[in-house]
């Protein structure tokens, strides 16, 4: 399987800075708390930036950090530690692009449309319907979209009706 998961460095960098916030912030209401005044050295900045660093490190990889997996028969699509998506290219009809906006280009797989029975509608209404494509962010993963629709263009054969 062929593997595409690099650093993105935009989101890395909003990591680090959502962790230095909390933990400033942190900092000044306990040191408020504790000495009716904020407290601050050089030693506590160094120490903030190493644990923002180290942390931001950490809640990068469990939000942001993008994996994405595939060879001729499926793919794995992870994105953090919260979204991991698997499918097989038999499973999708069509391919297009999505421009996302800020110069990010997505790839989208369309499953194909499957007509539901009205009492089965009626059965389901509690339940989250099945999403009707899966988006594979290829500027994320430092990928050309054109190119990358391209090759999964050759995967993902649309089914002809006779």
């Known amino acids: ?3 595409l998961a ?7 960098g909003k990591a680090f800075f959502y962790v230095l916030a909390a933990l400033t912030a942190t900092w ?3 040191s408020y708390l504790l000495f009716r005044e904020i407290y601050v050295a050089r030693p506590l900045l160094v120490t903030n930036l190493l644990l923002a660093a180290g942390l931001g490190w ?9 994996r994405f997996a595939y060879d001729q028969v499926g793919f794995e699509l ?6 991991k998506i698997a499918g097989k290219w038999a499973d999708y009809e069509h391919v297009s692009l999505a ?8 790839v ?3 499953r194909p449309k499957v007509e539901e029975p009205a009492e089965a509608s009626e059965q389901a209404q509690g339940t989250k319907p099945s999403e009707e494509f899966v988006q594979i962010p290829a500027s994320a993963l430092g990928l050309d979209g054109f190119a990358l629709r391209d090759e999964l263009m050759g995967y993902v054969a ?5």
Do not use: C, F
């Not at 690099?6 to 890395?12: A, D, R, T």
């Open 28 to 30: 000044a209401a306990v």
């Open 6 to 12: 690099p650093v993105q460095i935009g989101s890395l």
């Open 108 to 110: 989208r797989l369309y």
């Open 78 to 83: 992870q994105i953090g530690r919260i979204s």
């Open 1 to 3: 399987m062929k593997t």
């Open 58 to 66: 950490l809640y990068y990889r469990w939000r942001y950090h993008t």
């Open 158 to 162: 649309p089914r002809r009706s006779p």
């Open 99 to 106: 421009h996302l906006g800020g110069g990010q280009i997505a």
